[in-house]
Each structure stands twice: as structure tokens, then as C-alpha cells.
């Protein structure tokens, strides 16, 4: 078993990655000519596009019908959280 996501600090980066927003069109045009804020911008995309292609090619039930809908990616991250939040203060004793 794959254990490094049972840790919090692992499963709050991997919590945080999945509900990752993409970047809306209309800022990529604003936002064209600043460097700095350009490269956050392409960061953030990538990384949406990352998660939307694990969510895609993802072996597991659970995560296929999280491919294209934002809500259902927010609130598997958020029971991901909550679980892993519970377990630790199970374990802690």
C-alpha cells in the first residue's frame, strides 16, 4: 500500500492541487505583458491541466467522474482532507 498520501502534509498539498482552479480566458489577454503574473498564470494551468489528466486516466472508480466537474473535484478534496484530518487524530493517542 501507498502510504506517503496517508500523511497530513502530503494529503494537504495533494488536497490543494486538486482543487486547483483553471485560469479564465479573459485574464490570460489582461495579464499578456507581465511577466511575473504571465508565469503564475501558465503555472496554475499546467497544473489544472495536470490534474485534469490524473483525474482522467485515473484506474479507480472514484475518480472518473472527476475529470470535467470543478464541484465534484472540490468536494472529493475536501473528504480526502477530512479523512485523513480524522484518521490522524485517531492515531494520535
Known amino acids: 500500500m501507498k502510504i506517503n498520501l496517508l500523511k497530513i502534509n502530503t ?8 482543487d486547483t482552479n483553471n ?3 479573459t ?3 489582461k ?3 507581465n511577466d511575473k503574473v504571465f508565469l503564475g498564470l501558465d503555472r496554475r494551468q499546467r497544473q489544472a491541466n ?3 489528466k490524473f483525474c482522467r486516466n ?7 467522474h ?15 482532507l477530512t479523512y ?3 484518521r490522524k487524530a485517531r492515531n494520535e493517542y
Do not use: C, T
Open 11 to 18: 494529503m494537504k498539498r495533494f488536497a490543494k492541487w486538486l
Open 23 to 25: 485560469v479564465h480566458y
Open 27 to 29: 485574464l490570460w489577454d
Open 31 to 33: 495579464w499578456m505583458w
Open 50 to 52: 495536470e490534474r485534469d
Open 58 to 64: 485515473r484506474k479507480r472508480p472514484g475518480f472518473k
Open 66 to 80: 472527476l475529470a470535467d466537474n470543478r464541484l465534484e473535484q472540490f468536494s472529493k478534496s475536501d473528504k480526502l
Open 84 to 86: 485523513i484530518v480524522k
